[in-house]
C-alpha cells in the first residue's frame, strides 16, 4: 500500500478567514504525529496535520518493521503509514502536504506560517521527527544521488550486483546492510569500533549473511571519485593505517539530529536540540506539545513514537478543555 492523499485530505476550513483558529495543529506524519491525529479526531477536535514533505516519516521509507505489535510478519514501513493515514482520516483528521517555515509561539492562539499560507491555533504538537546526520567528509555532498546515499530502502535497487558499503554499527546500519544483500554483490560495513552497537538479532542475522563483511576500527575519511562515487578512503584509527576501498556506493547511517530548528528561540530544547518536554509531553510553552523523535533521543521506535504521539493528543485535549 502506498500512501496517497484521501478524499479527507483537504485544507483547512475557511483557510483565508482572518479569524479562523485551529483546535490543534500537529507538525509531522511519523508514527508521533499521525497516531495524535487519530487520538485528536477520535476526540472531536478535528486536527490539522501539517504532513512535512515526507509523508510517513522515517518509518514510512523503512523496508520491513517487524517490532510494532499487531504484525506478526513484520510490516512495510509504507504500508504502516498508509493505515495510520487512513485510521486518523476516518475519525475526522485533516491531511495537508505543507511544511512549517516558521511558528510564533509567544502568545495565543500561535501562529504558523507554512510555504502557502498561514494558520492560527489553540494548541500545537510538535511531531517533527529527525534527519540522518552526515559524515562530514570531502565527497558526501558531492555525490548525493550519485553513489551517496542516506536510505537503502529509496535507492538500493540502483545497486544490482554492485559493491556497496554501509557506514556505522547501529540498528539502522545493520538493517540496511541486510536490505541491501538482496540486490548488491556485496556489502561491506565498516565501523568506527571493534564491537556494534546494534541489537543481538541484527548483528546475528548480519554475521551470518554471506554477502556481508565488516571492516573494523575504521573510519571513512572521504568518498572519492570521478562523476560517481568509486572509492571511499579508510583510516584504521587503531593502526593509523589509510587505505582505498573500491566501491560503487556508500550507504551512510550513523544516527539522526532532530528537526527543531524553527523551534530554537521559542521553547527549551536540550544540548542535543531535542525539545524539552515533562511527562505528559509539555513543552516549556503551555499548550505546545511535543512527541516522537523530535523530543526522544532514547527510544526512537515507531512504537513509541505512536504512544508520545497519542499522549500529547490527549494531553492537548485536556489542555483546550482548560481555555472553555
Ligand atoms: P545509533 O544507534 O545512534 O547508531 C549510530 C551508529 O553510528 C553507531 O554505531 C555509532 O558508532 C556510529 N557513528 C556515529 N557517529 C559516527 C561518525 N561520525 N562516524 C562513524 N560512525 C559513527 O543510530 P541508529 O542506528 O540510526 O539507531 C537510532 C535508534 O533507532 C536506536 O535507538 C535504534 O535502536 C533504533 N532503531 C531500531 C531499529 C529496530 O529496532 N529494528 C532499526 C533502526 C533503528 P558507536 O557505536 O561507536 O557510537
Redesign the pocket.
Known amino acids: 500500500m502506498e500512501f496517497a492523499f484521501s478524499k479527507n485530505s483537504k485544507k483547512s476550513k475557511d483557510p483565508k478567514e482572518a479569524d479562523h483558529v485551529e483546535n490543534m495543529i500537529i507538525l509531522g506524519s511519523g508514527p508521533a504525529g499521525l497516531a495524535a491525529a487519530l487520538y485528536a479526531a477520535r476526540a472531536e477536535l478535528a486536527p490539522l496535520v501539517l504532513s512535512g514533505m515526507e509523508l510517513g516519516g522515517q518509518a514510512a521509507i523503512?523496508n520491513v518493521?517487524?517490532?510494532y505489535p499487531g504484525f506478526p510478519d513484520g510490516v512495510g514501513g509504507a504500508e504502516l503509514g498508509g493505515l495510520f493515514q487512513k485510521q486518523a482520516e476516518h475519525f475526522g483528521a485533516r491531511i495537508v502536504m505543507d511544511s512549517a517555515t516558521s511558528v510564533d509561539l509567544s502568545s495565543s492562539p500561535f501562529l504558523v506560517t507554512t510555504y502557502s499560507q498561514q494558520y492560527r491555533t489553540k494548541s500545537l504538537i510538535i511531531a517533527t521527527g529527525a534527519s540522518?546526520?552526515h559524515?562530514?567528509v570531502p565527497g558526501e555532498n558531492e555525490f548525493i544521488g550519485l553513489g551517496t546515499s542516506y536510505c537503502a530502502t529509496c535507492d538500493g535497487y540502483f545497486f544490482r550486483d554492485k559493491k556497496v558499503v554501509v557506514?556505522?554499527?547501529?540498528?539502522?546500519?545493520?538493517?540496511?546492510a541486510l536490505f541491501l544483500t538482496r540486490y548488491a554483490a556485496s556489502v561491506t560495513v565498516?565501523?568506527?569500533?571493534d564491537?556494534?552497537?546494534?541489537?543481538a538479532?541484527?548483528q546475528k542475522r548480519a554475521k551470518e549473511n554471506p554477502k556481508i563483511s565488516f571492516i573494523w576500527d575504521t573510519?571513512?575519511r572521504s568518498i572519492e571519485g570521478e562523476g560517481k562515487v568509486q572509492a571511499v578512503r579508510l583510516n584504521n584509527i587503531k593502526t593509523g593505517v589509510e587505505s582505498l576501498l573500491k566501491t560503487d556506493g556508500v550507504f551512510?547511517?550513523?544516527?539522526?539530529h532532530p528537526n527543531t530548528v524553527l523551534f530554537t528561540d521559542q521553547l527549551k530544547l536540550s544540548s542535543g536540540g531535542y525539545i524539552e518536554a515533562d511527562n505528559k509531553m509539555q513543552t516549556s510553552v503551555m499548550g505546545v506539545y511535543a512527541a516522537g523523535?523530535a523530543m526522544d533521543p532514547?527510544?526512537?521506535?515507531v512504537i513509541t513514537s505512536a504512544g508520545m504521539g497519542a499522549a500529547a493528543a490527549i494531553q492537548a485535549a485536556k489542555y483546550l478543555e482548560t481555555l472553555e
Open positions: 523503512t518493521i517487524e517490532n540522518p546526520v559524515l562530514g557506514v556505522g554499527g547501529g540498528d539502522s546500519a545493520l538493517e540496511e565498516i565501523h568506527r569500533r564491537s556494534l552497537r546494534a541489537g538479532i541484527l573510519v571513512v551512510i547511517f550513523i544516527g539522526h523523535e532514547n527510544y526512537r521506535q
